[in-house]
């Protein structure tokens, strides 16, 4: 183990792969700033600019664009309400709101800071146990990943505040745009209306930034721009007092995307979602999620990253994906002649080692460039809001065109911008309905190969230990909420009706 660091250490410290993981760390970071590019494009884009380099030095500098874009893509979440990518969506929701109460820098750097305290987290657990929870991971089969897609689901709509209907309304209408194009095991094309463009399905990145982009400037235009913030620069700072808030949630978050990360399939996006539903459980702070909370960001940031990191555990030690970015990184591997799998970490030690310790190297730079800088990103509010909505469209509308290079995605976005306006006005949450869209496929895929493992019998699901235990939870989760306000209701009622029988007595 310790000859294995050293070994890695060697490796990742020369003077060219420390350069070569900074320029990466810096291009994902400009990459995940452009709503619809994301990791996955920005990573595949960019590996011809690799293949003159040594074998570890390009992983080097595209495990750097990886996370560097994770950390982009909460700059814009926070500061204008428009996610980068999937995974930080559900930052949004209590980062713009911190925003526009003059707190942006303090959300900038508790992201800044619980991405690098869930990335040392899981990268410790994957330099130690990566080959062991490789092997847990193959225990996953169709029918553990349907019931890991009903909780995701069950815990996505708590995000609506007290209404489960509408909660449920709305990751029901995002399971339904997620049916448009060819059924999956199927070659019927539904909902395409004879549209090429459709045969593919709705593109969950399109409906992101029309909802959230689009859909923001259309509800601002509407009341009237709000005024620019008047915070002065070292309320920017973040306060000891947020740090101490902001603890637990990291921890618990990193432990969730460490879980979910190893997964393949899962993603980044089900870990961020799934760490803001249970902190919103479980927070003594939950009055004021979607108001501001710093809890509400600092969970799913660490989910976020850690389940970045964790998504090589199946990519490396099984020559399996745990997600998009990873898929094409898997890519990368074979163009430069190495084959991930179990013998890697055997034939290759130097360049996996080096590999792992350079994820440490690029979040250190990550948080010296980032957590400094935070306060200074957060100036951006102090511009007026008119100048800002034509850089907000300028920027959504460019990158979802940079998405497919076809006009079809800007139409997209316009759509779903109207959309995210009309959802604006009637107050409905709009986490569900993305969350919906994108495990839309991955829930109908383990649907459909549960239903035929099965034979059409779904009593499948019961047969598996680690199936029922996920179902369990998601019960729990369901339930235990209700049964407990109706006991606590019956002993208030019992409380206030005593009084009342002990006079009469």
Request: aromatic share 8%; glycine share 12%.
């Amino acid at each position: 183990m310790f000859d294995n660091l050293a070994l890695g250490f060697a490796t990742a410290f020369t003077a060219e792969n420390l350069l070569w993981c900074l320029v990466g760390v810096v291009l994902g970071t400009v990459i995940g700033l452009l709503p619809g590019l994301g990791s996955t494009t920005g990573v595949a884009i960019l590996i011809p600019l690799t293949l003159t380099l040594e074998p570890v030095t390009a992983l080097i500098m595209l495990a750097g664009i990886y996370y560097g874009a994770q950390y982009g893509g909460t700059i814009t979440s926070v500061l204008i309400s428009t996610p980068g990518e999937a995974a930080s969506v559900v930052t949004t929701l209590d980062g713009y709101q911190m925003a526009r109460n003059g707190r942006a820098g303090s959300a900038l750097a508790i992201s800044a800071i619980g991405s690098f305290v869930a990335a040392i987290i899981s990268l410790a657990l994957l330099m130690t146990i990566a080959p062991a929870l490789a092997a847990l991971a193959l225990n996953f089969g169709p029918v553990e990943n349907l019931s890991i897609m009903i909780l995701g689901l069950i815990i996505v709509v708590s995000f609506a505040g007290g209404s489960l209907a509408r909660g449920l309304m709305m990751a029901a209408t995002g399971l339904l745009i997620s049916t448009v194009g060819v059924a999956t095991g199927f070659s019927d094309a539904r909902f395409t209306f004879g549209s090429i463009d459709l045969l593919g399905g709705i593109p969950f990145v399109e409906v992101m930034i029309g909802l959230f982009a689009v859909g923001e400037v259309l509800h601002q235009i509407r009341v009237g721009a709000a005024a620019p913030i008047r915070t002065r620069f070292r309320d920017m700072v973040i306060s000891r007092k947020e740090l101490k808030k902001s603890a637990a949630p990291i921890l618990r978050g990193s432990a969730i995307g460490f879980v979910l990360g190893i997964l393949p399939g899962a993603g980044s996006t089900l870990a961020s979602f799934m760490a803001y539903g249970i902190e919103k459980k479980v927070s003594p702070n939950k009055a004021n999620f979607g108001k501001g909370a710093i809890e509400g960001v600092a969970a799913p940031e660490a989910a976020n990253n850690s389940a970045a990191n964790a998504n090589f555990v199946p990519t490396l030690a099984l020559g399996i994906p745990g997600g998009g970015t990873t898929a094409v990184l898997l890519g990368a591997f074979t163009i430069y002649g190495l084959q991930p799998g179990p013998l890697l970490f055997e034939t290759q030690p130097a360049l996996i080692w080096g590999l792992l310790v350079s994820f440490f190297i690029g979040n250190v730079m990550l948080l010296v460039l980032n957590l400094p800088l935070a306060p200074v990103f957060a100036q951006m509010l102090r511009i007026p809001y008119g100048y800002l909505y034509p850089i907000i469209l300028l920027t959504s509308f460019v990158g979802a065109y940079a998405v497919s290079n076809n006009m079809f995605s800007v139409l997209l976005v316009l759509i779903f911008g109207i959309v995210g306006w009309v959802m604006k006005e009637l107050d409905l949450p709009m986490a569900p309905l993305v969350l919906g869209l994108v495990l839309g496929p991955l829930f109908e895929k383990s649907l459909v190969q549960t239903s035929a493992l099965g034979e059409g019998n779904f009593g499948i699901l019961f047969s598996s230990p680690i199936a029922i235990t996920i179902l369990s939870f998601a019960a729990i989760l369901t339930f235990a909420p209700i049964i407990t306000r109706r006991v606590v209701a019956a002993r208030r009622t019992s409380e206030a009706t005593k009084p009342k029988v002990d006079a009469a007595s």
